[in-house]
Every structure is written in structure tokens, then in C-alpha cells.
């Protein structure tokens, strides 16, 4: 079956623009984490969807956002981009059950200039 | 990460020797302690997880262990090869399914 896919795999934009990354998880897979991933900081966890409902929160600020659809497939937003946004963002899907297995996505690329 | 320190974040060992990475909690409620690998360029990958009610699993020349009384795991990587070159992140899940990482571990092997 198809694997977790993120759209764009890359970005440039510039500071104080917004931009909108896509993640479609895989079928039947209601959870959906978002994760950015930097050299220095490691995987940082932003958000977990699930039923639409965003269920768990990550230490970042409020520019960043997200949304989950009727059909799992999930969206982040980051508002008034600054340069230290620049950075892998990754999404994940898993089962809705405890210690499920999180599947990851390749990513989009975000450059901030 | 958040509530889990990884060390060390590099670790260079010889060819056909072992290698081991350790993590720290707080947060005495996980019970459920993933590891992934993530190689140069690709997507992290689930190697080995764990869960509270067992002390140690393994896989092959991988295995992870668990003291939740002292709230650490660790990952052991035996016979390694240069394939397992990549970078190791330890992970936890606190609450429903909010699954932390740590800062990662880059793992050379030198041939």
C-alpha cells in the first residue's frame, strides 16, 4: 500500500510569508504528528491530529498551525515565516491504538530566505 | 527533546564492534519506547521498540533495554556493520500518542 506522502518536497520562500505543507497518510491511519526536524535540534514535535481534532501539542508558537480533514489527510501552516523556520518538516501517520508504529513521510525542505 | 535526553550525539566505533545509545525520561507514565534510524537523505524508520512490562528485546544484532525505575533505555548494536551508519533517534510516547524523540545520535562505522 502507499506510504505516507508530503507535499511539496521542497520550498523556498521569504520571510514574513506564510506557507502551507500537505501530508496524506496512510489508508486507514487517523493519527497524523507533525515533527521539524533541524541538525542542532533534532525531531521537535509540533502537533498530532486525530479525528480532525488536534489532541497533542508541541513548545512552538502560535504561527504555527494545523488542521486534519474528514479523509485523515492533514495540513500545517506557518504564518509570518522567519529564517530559523527553516527546516525539514516531517509528518507521520499511525493506527488510532496505543504503541502504534508511526510511519514517516520524506518531508518538505523549507528555506527561508 | 522534549523530557528525553539522548547520548551520546556522536559516536564513532570500528567496524565488527558494538555500539550503544542511551536515553533518559521523566515522565513516568510512557510506557511504549521506540527507536528509529534514519539514514543520510531518507525518511526514520522504526528498528526496535519496547514496551514498560518487558526489560529487554531483541532483534538480530539489535536489542534494546528498559529500566523504568531508574527511567532509561538504551539501544545495543552488535557485530556492527557499515550500513548501520546513520542517525538513531530514541523516542517515547507521553499521553495519547504524542511520540517525542531525542536530539539523536550520528553512529559512524569505521571500516
Known amino acids: 500500500k502507499a506510504g505516507v506522502t508530503q507535499t511539496p518536497r521542497y520550498l523556498i520562500k521569504t520571510r514574513g510569508q506564510q506557507v502551507t505543507l500537505s501530508c496524506s497518510p496512510i489508508?486507514?491511519?487517523?493519527?497524523v504528528s507533525w515533527y521539524q526536524q533541524t541538525p542542532g535540534q533534532g525531531l521537535q514535535f509540533l502537533f498530532e491530529y486525530f479525528s480532525e481534532t488536534q489532541r497533542n501539542k508541541g513548545n512552538f508558537p502560535g504561527r504555527f498551525s494545523g488542521r486534519q480533514f474528514s479523509n485523515s489527510r492533514s495540513e500545517m501552516n506557518v504564518s509570518t515565516l522567519e529564517l530559523g523556520d527553516s527546516a525539514l518538516y516531517l509528518c507521520a501517520s499511525s493506527l488510532a491504538r496505543e504503541q502504534a508504529e508511526a510511519f514517516f513521510g520524506q518531508g518538505t525542505r523549507l528555506t527561508v530566505v | 527533546g522534549e523530557n528525553v535526553e539522548q547520548h551520546p550525539s556522536t559516536l564513532s566505533v570500528q567496524e565488527g564492534d558494538s555500539a550503544v545509545i542511551k536515553c533518559t525520561y521523566s515522565d513516568s507514565a510512557s510506557n511504549y519506547f521506540p527507536w528509529y534510524k534514519q539514514e543520510l537523505g531518507k525518511r526514520p524508520q522504526l528498528i526496535i521498540d519496547?514496551?514498560?512490562?518487558?526489560g529487554e528485546k531483541k532483534d538480530q544484532r539489535i536489542a534494546v533495554t528498559l529500566n523504568k525505575t531508574a527511567k532509561h533505555f538504551s539501544l545495543h548494536i552488535t557485530e556492527t556493520q557499515p550500513e548501520d551508519s546513520a542517525v538513531y533517534f530514541c523516542?517515547?510516547?507521553?499521553?495519547?500518542?504524542?511520540?517525542?524523540f531525542g536530539q539523536g545520535t550520528r553512529l559512524t562505522i569505521n571500516p
Open positions: 489508508s486507514g491511519h487517523r493519527s
Open positions: 523516542g517515547l510516547v507521553q499521553g495519547a500518542q504524542k511520540l517525542v
Open positions: 519496547i514496551r514498560s512490562n518487558v
